[in-house]
């Protein structure tokens, strides 16, 4: 898939989302090292931390299908500036893909790009965990 097709996929998603408490929704776009794609929404609750975000469904869909590799994630939101993952969404897909590269598009389509490492500089890694005395 080209970038402008991921990117007109994540967008599309908007409308799916279930965010009757924010009003904010976000779609996502994942796309696997083999060329799959995955998509996600924000799902809210009534009662609010419930709720997930749309990175971490993509990323649920995906891994539920048997895939670990990702190569990029889009990521749309409606808003004059570029949103930009939540912290636990960061260390969610800092798990699988400290290499990722992370697309955010504003209201536009516009896009502002990051690798996972730049969004999350030392995170808690499978060689953290090792290194219990
Ligand atoms: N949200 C996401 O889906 N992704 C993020 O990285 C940031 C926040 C959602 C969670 C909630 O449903 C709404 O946006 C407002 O916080």
Redesign the pocket.
Known sequence: MTLDELKRLAMSMLDKAY?PY?H?P?GAALECEDGSVFTGV?I?NASYPV?T???RTAFGNAISAGHRSFKRIV?ATRTKDY?S??GM?RQFMYEFSPDLEVICLNEKGDAKTYTMRELLPGGFDTANLQSRI
């Open positions: 965010c924010s904010f976000v924000n809210e709720g975000c749309a990175e990521i949103s993952p939540c969404c």
